[in-house]
């Protein structure tokens, strides 16, 4: 015996059987453990829907995932069954709770009770706040870049002019801006009408997470030609008749809104009109012709000149007669 034990090959063989031994008993006790319970299946159920119970038209919960993943075990059968019907909801019930913040856990029904039922995440934290409805006028916007150059923007409206915006108090009461921004591409010189979304922002600018009713709002954009309005200057040219004092002259508008090139525009000071006073007799309104720089335009062609003049004009004749008269008087 002692020999045996001795010997290599001898002590190779008996571990080689013992091993095939050890192999057989653990297989046969796994094969019948699956007989008496064939419970050795898993699956995962992912977006599961998360309903939410609470009183909806007075407050707004925070916090809350849209989904879960549910992780089920047990049967094959059950796990099938389970996929199909899809009877099963998970939930939070929050109706008994009050306004501020909670831990809350998330519960399930409608599984069989021979299934191993597990929820990812298994508990929240949410925030219970009242529900606020108010109503802000929108700011209409575009950007300047979209125009084309020398063109601005002469006035802008939106249709309706306010909306309606529900949410948490705390998000209502954080609200700085509510927008409908107008998009399209670069190089617009004509004036248009356009859906927009409202967007509501609080001081950073950052996206609230509300209800706008309606979402979408028509804005109106007026778009024109660059302009300034711009003084008119009245330049006499001629000389008055002898007898004929002009008192009082101005010109209808004052001024004039001048369109064109922005540049050219600014540097502009003034807009001069000649008015000749030679055949000036009578107190009166004339009109007088208007000229522009190139590239430069007004909606008239032409202003009135109101003059206002005294005395009478002396005639040749009468004039030979003073003149006379004065000769004579030496």
Excluded: C
């Excluded at 453990?33 to 309903?51: C, H, K, Q, S, W």
């Excluded at 125009?147 to 601005?152: I, K």
């Amino acid at each position: 015996m002692d020999k045996l034990f001795d010997s290599y090959w001898a002590l190779r063989i008996i571990a080689f059987v013992l091993a095939l031994a050890l192999f057989f008993y653990v297989k046969t006790g796994i094969d019948a453990g699956r007989e008496n319970n064939p419970t050795a299946d898993l699956d995962i159920l992912y977006n599961v829907p998360l309903e939410v119970y609470y009183d909806d038209e007075n407050l707004l919960v925070t916090g809350l995932p849209e989904t879960v993943d549910v992780t089920i075990s047990g049967s094959p059968q059950l796990i099938a069954q389970t996929k199909i019907r899809q009877d099963y909801k998970v939930f939070v019930d929050l109706n008994s709770l009050m306004i501020g913040e909670h831990h809350v856990p998330i519960q399930y029904e409608g599984f069989s009770d021979k299934l191993n039922v597990s929820i990812e995440p298994s508990s929240v934290n949410i925030g219970i706040e009242e529900r606020v409805t108010k109503e802000f006028k929108i700011d209409p916007e575009m950007s300047n870049r979209l125009l084309a150059d020398d063109y601005v923007v002469k006035d802008m409206t939106v249709n309706p002019s306010t909306v309606k915006v529900t949410g948490a108090k705390s998000v209502i009461e954080s609200i700085s801006y509510v927008k409908a921004t107008v998009t399209g591409e670069q190089g617009i010189k004509e004036s248009f009408e356009q859906d927009a979304n409202v967007k509501v922002l609080n001081t950073d600018l950052n996206r609230l997470d509300v209800v706008v009713q309606p979402e979408k709002v028509k804005v109106k954009a007026e778009i024109e030609e660059y302009s300034r309005e711009v003084p008119i200057t009245i330049k006499q040219t001629g000389q008055l008749k002898e007898g004929i004092s002009l008192d009082k002259i101005f010109a209808e508008p004052s001024k004039l809104k001048v369109y064109g090139k922005k540049a050219l525009i600014d540097e502009l000071k003034e807009i001069v009109v000649e008015f000749d006073v030679s055949d000036l007799e009578e107190t009166g309104s004339y009109e007088a012709k208007l000229k522009l720089p190139e590239g430069m335009s007004v909606k008239a062609d032409a202003v009135t000149i109101h003059a206002e003049v005294s005395g009478e004009p002396v005639s040749p004749a009468e004039d030979v007669a003073e003149k006379t008269e004065a000769d004579s008087a030496e």
